[in-house]
Structure formats: C-alpha cells, structure tokens
C-alpha cells in the first residue's frame, strides 16, 4: 500500500524544491499517493484565500503532509499561512536538525545540534493592540491601576503568552525524542532572569519535566549566552528546547553554523499528525530559475521517510545526499566556495537519484 501524504508545493521556489523532492523520495522506492493541495499565491488566486479548508481536511484525513515554502501575504488575510497552520492542526512541536555534512564550506565541523521550538505560543499568538487604540487605552489603564506603572500613551502591544501546559508537553516531546534517538542531552533555553511569568514558567516547567527522565543529561542557559556559546563553541549542544520566538532565531543562526538555509530541514508535529518542510522561506527573488538548493526540503523527506518508519530508505536518501555534497560537483550556488561551477536545483536531484540507483546496483 503506498503512503498518503498531502503534498503543498507553496509558492515562489517551493514547486521546485517540492519536485526535486519527490523525484528522489520516489527513488528510494517507497510508494507514495501525493494527495496534491494547492496552497499560498495559487490558492489566493483560484480560491480566493492561501489557505483552503481542504487542504486542512487533507492533512486531517492523511495525517502526514510534505510542504514547499508560503509567501507571507501582504495587506490581505492570514498574518501567516504557515503560522496559521502550524495553530490550526496544533503541530506544536517544530523540529529542526542542523548537522554539518562533509564538504560543506563553513568554520565548523562536527556540528549536530537539533532545535525543538514551541509553535503555537509566545509572540506569535498574536494578541496584539495596536498604538492608540481604545484595547490599548484599556490595557494602559489596566496596567497603570494593578502595577502603579506609568505606561507611554503612543504604546503599542503584542502579548507574549506561555502556558504551563504548552511549555509541558513541548519539553516533553524534546525529551522523549532524545529518548528515542539515543541523545545525550537537552539544553533549555529562556530568558527567565528577566521575563519570569513567561520564561520563568517555561524554564520552571521543563526542570519538573527533567526529572522523569533522570538518564538524560539537563541544563539550561540564558539566549543571549546560547548566541555567543554557539557561535563560539556549537559542537556542546546537543537538543535545544525553546519557546517560539528564540526558536525562530536561533534556527536560522544554527543553518548558518551549518552551511546555510539550503540544508537546513524541518518538521512541525503535533499528536499523531505531521508536516514536513524546510526552515527556508520562498526566496522570491529566485523564483523560476532553476537555481536554490533543494536539500533542505530532501532533507525534510528524510525526516518524513523516518517517521513513516522507513528508516533504511531514509538512512539510504540521506547518505546520497551527503555523497553528493562530498563530491561537491552537483550542487548549487549557495555552497561556494567551490572549484566546481554550481548547478540548477533539478541538476542536484538527478545526481542524489543516480546515487540512489548506484546503492541499488551495488
Ligand atoms: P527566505 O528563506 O525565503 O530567503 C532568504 C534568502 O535565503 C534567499 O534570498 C536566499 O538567498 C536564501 N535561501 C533561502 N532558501 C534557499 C535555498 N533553498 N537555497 C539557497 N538559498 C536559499 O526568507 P525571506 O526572503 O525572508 O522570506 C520570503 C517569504 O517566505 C516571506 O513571505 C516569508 O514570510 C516566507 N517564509 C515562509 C516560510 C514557510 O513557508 N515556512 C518560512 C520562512 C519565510
């Protein structure tokens, strides 16, 4: 029976690196049905929103979905699609490996650190009150008369809100995947020094959560110090667990230790349902050009072949891949310097596919 899986292509590069990846997750030869759902500009076109309800019905009904990149519209509908999504389906875990692959032109080797951010809370809940507002008046008022704090008048508002139980089950599935992937450590990361009924709770939360697993190693460290500790020293982390903001920034700090956004990978996942996409977005400005990495969303197949439990087809696609970076004659501009010219993004998945099918003739 091959697997049902929604597929979002997106918009902007994501149909190109959508097709590279199907291409070479069908080399594997797993067998997928791809349940096709339009999202982002398309839809907005054909449908009237980014975001249809049958694409939601899709990932409901097949459980897993492969996604391309949206473009974040601008003047009209969601804030996010990707936002909203991530809140409607409560995929409240964002995972993100960021390993280093010989061959790859960075400062650092022997990176491989794995991000878990919380998805659905912190700043991006989007409670928000906008500068001379009659809500913003309210909550001037508010804070004038329980804290005595005086508030300036032109203030605007976006609340960032943690729950005990968001922050719970977040630390949780952090780690009970270092459980299950043989990890040694987890790292929470929080400013509680300062934001004590937000971070406090969060860092609080994750310490009771700590002693369930007393054979896991537990620290925790201030963000501001993370930034500096990675970027000195990456090679100590080991799973880092954040609230949504800092797990934002410190995803894209940690591509970049790593080579960059065209091999860093994602996954969001909440209670038994899945979606898998890179941590890059549209990248409008190379739209049709046959020119970004697919890796990270191969990358992203991977994640999705080992949580459908086809662990030798994923191991089997990742070694590929890494074959193909290490050769470093099929790949794309963003991993200069190089000697080699660099190749368009359908060029690389041809060169991961015949490294699939010399693994099979061998
Ligand atoms: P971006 O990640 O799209 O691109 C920033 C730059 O990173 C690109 O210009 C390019 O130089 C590089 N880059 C990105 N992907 C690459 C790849 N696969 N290979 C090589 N280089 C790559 O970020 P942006 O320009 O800030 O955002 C563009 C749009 O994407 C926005 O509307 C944003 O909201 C949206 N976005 C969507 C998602 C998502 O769908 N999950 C994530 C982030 C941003």
């Known amino acids: 029976m091959p697997y049902?899986?929604?597929?979002?292509?997106?918009d902007g590069i994501g149909?190109?690196?959508?097709?590279?990846?199907?291409?070479?997750?069908?080399?594997?030869?797993v067998k997928f049905y791809w349940d096709l759902s339009i999202a982002g500009d398309g839809a907005q076109d054909l449908f009237g929103t980014p975001l249809p309800d049958y694409i939601l019905d899709s990932i409901n009904r097949n459980k897993v979905a492969l996604k391309?990149?949206?473009?974040?519209?601008?003047?009209?509908?969601?804030?996010?699609?990707n936002v909203a999504l991530r809140r409607l389906l409560d995929l409240y875990a964002c995972l993100r490996p960021c390993k280093t692959y010989p061959g790859v032109p960075t400062p650092y080797q022997g990176v491989d650190i794995v991000i878990v951010r919380e998805n659905t809370e912190d700043l991006y809940v989007g409670i928000e009150f906008e500068r001379r507002s009659p809500e913003a008046a309210k909550l001037i008022a508010l804070i004038s008369e329980t804290l005595g704090e005086e508030v300036k008048k032109d203030s605007g508002f976006s609340i960032k809100m943690i729950s005990e139980i968001g922050s719970r089950r977040i630390t949780k599935f952090a780690f009970e995947y270092a459980q299950n992937w043989g990890r040694k450590k987890v790292t929470v990361v929080h400013k509680a020094n300062i934001m004590r009924s937000s971070d406090g709770l969060f860092l609080n939360t994750a310490r009771e959560v700590a002693r369930d697993y007393p054979h896991i190693e537990f620290n925790d460290i201030i963000?501001?110090?993370l930034c500096m500790q990675l970027?000195?020293?990456?090679q100590q982390f080991d799973i880092l667990v954040l609230p949504n903001l800092?797990?934002?920034?410190?995803?894209e700090l940690c591509a970049g230790l790593v080579g960059g956004l065209g091999l860093a990978p994602g996954a969001n996942i909440g209670e038994g349902i899945a979606v898998f996409e890179p941590t890059?977005?549209?990248?409008?400005?190379?739209v049709g050009q046959n020119k970004v990495n697919p890796m990270a969303m191969m990358l992203s197949g991977v994640m999705l072949l080992h949580y459908l439990g086809e662990r030798e087809a994923a191991e089997r696609l990742e070694e590929a891949i890494a074959q193909v970076i290490a050769e470093g004659k099929s790949i794309t501009y963003d991993l200069r310097p190089n000697p080699n010219p660099p190749v368009g993004t359908s060029q690389v998945a041809d060169a991961v596919i015949a490294k699939l099918e010399e693994k099979s003739n061998a």
């Open 246 to 251: 800092y797990g934002d920034l410190i995803s």
């Open 68 to 81: 391309g990149p949206i473009t974040t519209p601008v003047g009209y509908g969601f804030r996010s699609v």
């Open 231 to 234: 970027v000195r020293y990456p």
């Open 4 to 10: 049902k899986v929604t597929l979002i292509p997106g």
């Open 280 to 286: 890059h977005g549209s990248a409008p400005k190379y």
């Open 223 to 225: 963000v501001d110090t």
């Open 15 to 29: 149909p190109e690196v959508t097709k590279a990846t199907k291409m070479v997750l069908e080399a594997t030869g």
